[in-house]
């Protein structure tokens, strides 16, 4: 499987992004489909997941009610809405794909990995 992750950029503070992760290589359907962000110095977290056939969702606390986590069976994608950004949310934006269907926070939990977004929120 591979992943490609756009949508990032300089957005002020309040402002909203959508995010973009085209997988290719295998049937889309089946994979549970995440977002992991990665600040500066920090650790890679989790932020969203999605179970293959859009059902269920998954998400951090500190972005709930912020950020829309979906998925296009058809088109193999899946997409990060990003509104009420806030300074903290900058970070590189990693897509990731899953044969688990549990939606799990862990990264080892996810078998694929894009090659991230960079996503700069300013104040």
């Known amino acids: 499987v591979q992943l490609q992750a756009s949508g990032g950029g300089l957005v002020q503070a309040g402002g909203s992004l959508r995010l973009s992760c085209a997988a290719s290589?295998?049937?889309?359907?089946?994979?549970?489909m995440g977002w992991f962000r990665q600040a500066p110095g920090k650790e890679r977290e989790f932020v969203a997941a999605?179970?293959?056939?859009?059902?269920?969702?998954r998400y951090a606390d500190s972005v709930k009610g912020r950020f829309t986590i979906s998925g296009d069976i058809a088109k193999n994608t899946v997409y990060l809405q990003m509104n009420s950004l806030k300074p903290e949310d900058t970070a590189v934006y990693y897509c990731?794909?899953?044969?688990?269907?549990?939606?799990?926070?862990?990264?080892?939990?996810?078998?694929?990995w894009g090659q991230g977004t960079l996503v700069t929120v300013s104040s």
């Open positions: 290589g295998r049937t889309f359907s089946r994979l549970s």
């Open positions: 999605i179970s293959w056939n859009g059902g269920s969702t």
């Open positions: 990731a794909a899953s044969t688990s269907p549990w939606l799990a926070p862990g990264t080892t939990q996810y078998d694929y």
